[in-house]
């Protein structure tokens, strides 16, 4: 069976009470189907970490629902795997003991959990770092570590919250290059959160632009790229540039609309 759909129906997210009440999503709905790899951009503040949050079931939602494969969402799970900007690992394991954390909640038993383990520290390129502890990587390892402790327990789907922002350009690329080839070979639903719209279109199927606050959903842009092509090639391509400017000007719109008045 094809998992990792996820439908998102009328949601509305409300923070605070009273004075302090903030519309944080306002009616969106959305479907994400299964294996779909979709980028979400918006302008800062609409709403995009707690869209996240809400389907990786940090958070609930004020009205409306959030459905994987059919049932509602209740609370986090190992069905869903989220990657945080910050990298968010564990600073007293090693990388091995950070990627077997999932692991061990699974309740798999200790040979299994480390070979599965160096499974996905070898797929990342970490082989040999095994007994760092966080503190001892540079940013992109931490990433990569974060990334190996979230596949390694095998999720149908990957939220990812603005994972290589704090990267530099080439870094990115890479990780950006390896997260393509684990998305092709892994076959996982990814909803990918960048404030980069060329890294929203490079990377994915679908990209969904949201409003400014509160937010909901603007538009979404199917990405049809030639995805045999290298990155150069693709880059250069027609195709890209046109859905690149449309992106843009669908994104502008929302971040330049109180200069206009
Ligand atoms: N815990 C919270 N309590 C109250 N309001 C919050 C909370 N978290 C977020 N908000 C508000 O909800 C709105 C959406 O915030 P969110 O962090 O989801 O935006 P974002 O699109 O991820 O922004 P950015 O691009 O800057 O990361 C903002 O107005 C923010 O102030
Ligand atoms: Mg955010």
Not at 31 to 51: D, M
Not at 220 to 225: A, G
């Amino acid at each position: 069976m094809v998992e990792g759909k996820v439908t998102i129906s009328d949601l509305d997210k409300v923070y605070g009470t009273g004075a302090e009440r903030t519309k944080a999503i306002d009616n969106l709905s959305h479907e994400v189907p299964s294996g779909e790899f979709l980028s979400v951009v918006g302008p800062s503040g609409c709403g995009k970490s707690t869209l996240l949050y809400l389907i990786a079931g940090f958070l609930d939602e004020s009205e409306g629902t959030i459905t994987v494969d059919g049932d509602p969402i209740s609370g986090p799970g190992t069905d869903r795997g989220v990657v945080f900007q910050d990298y968010a690992l564990f600073p007293w394991r090693t990388v091995m003991g950070n990627v077997t954390y999932g692991l061990e909640q699974k309740g798999m038993n200790k040979e299994e959990q480390q070979t599965r383990a160096q499974r996905f520290i070898d797929m990342m390129d970490l082989d040999g770092f095994e007994d760092k502890y966080p503190k001892e990587l540079s940013g992109g390892m931490k990433q990569r570590v974060s990334l190996a402790r979230t596949l390694a327990y095998d999720p149908k789907i990957l939220l990812m919250d603005e994972p290589f922002g704090a990267l530099d350009q080439p870094l990115r690329e890479l990780l950006q290059e390896q997260l393509l080839d684990i998305w092709r070979d892994l076959n996982k639903t990814v909803i990918f959160i960048t404030h980069d719209v060329e890294e929203a279109v490079y990377l994915s199927e679908r990209v969904m632009v949201m409003t400014r606050h509160p937010g909901t959903k603007k538009e979404s842009f199917e990405i049809d790229l030639d995805r045999s092509k290298s990155r150069e090639d693709v880059i250069i391509s027609d195709e890209y540039t046109d859905m690149k400017n449309k992106v843009w000007k669908s994104l502008r719109e929302e971040t330049n609309h109180n200069r206009e008045i």
